[in-house]
């Protein structure tokens, strides 16, 4: 596994009008030059939901552009994923996906450094974007969600710059692994892991929450 990747289009929005009276931030732009990172996210970006989106833990939203292929043929070419931030993600790679990423990873992003702490817990507005529905339901089955980082020391991201893994201190946790545990049932199946995630220091208050009534059932 590489230990750089190239960071491509950053991406930010502002909530605008979505569905009836419903606003989102779902639709971004990418930013021209380098952007701001601080404790809440990238400059210029923030979220209509408050309650579901956002924080320190879900700061930046990353989402691997080797899934488009995937949604390319599932959605059979549709122009939406020709633009930037299909997703509603912030930042893009080629060659890290929800398998090699772990929780509470520590990457330093641009000049900025920040931790994974959670998978992206997939909702309604994707199917809504691209007009289709069956989306939302496609991410849980294949895990195809991304991840999201808070941010640990602020600092300057933009398009081509590195993003370099500096620490892995749960390897046996990624995020491919914590997607499935919390949003797509497997807890089910392994009390387990599911008791060990509450634990979880790094893993997002919530995530540790979910985890912790998981294991209480």
Not at 75 to 84: K, R
Not at 105 to 134: E, N, T, Y
Request: net charge negative; charged share 20%; glycine share 12%.
């Amino acid at each position: 596994m590489p230990a750089h990747f190239t960071i491509g289009p950053v991406t930010v929005g502002k909530p605008l009008p979505f569905r009836g009276e419903e606003r989102s931030a779902i639709l971004k732009q990418a930013a021209d030059g380098p952007v701001s990172v601080g404790p809440l996210g990238l400059a210029g970006d923030d979220q209509a939901d408050k309650v579901h989106h956002g924080g320190v833990d879900m700061a930046i939203h990353h989402y691997p552009t080797d899934h488009y292929a995937h949604w390319g043929l599932f959605l059979d070419g549709h122009p939406l994923l020709m633009a930037t931030g299909a997703f509603g993600e912030n930042i893009s790679t080629i060659g890290l996906t929800e398998s090699d990423v772990c929780i509470g990873d520590i990457f330093r992003m641009g000049s900025a450094l920040v931790q994974v702490s959670q998978g992206r817990k997939p909702c309604w507005k994707i199917d809504h974007k691209f007009g289709c529905k069956g989306i939302t339901a496609e991410v849980v089955k294949t895990g195809k969600a991304g991840w999201y980082y808070r941010v640990l020391e602020p600092g300057m991201v933009e398009r081509g710059d590195a993003l370099e893994r500096v620490e892995q201190p749960h390897p046996e946790w990624n995020v491919a692994r914590t997607f499935r545990l919390i949003v797509a049932g497997g807890h089910k199946q392994d009390r387990t892991a599911i008791e060990q995630l509450a634990t979880l220091e790094p893993l997002s208050a919530d995530w540790r929450a979910k985890a912790a009534q998981f294991a209480a059932m």
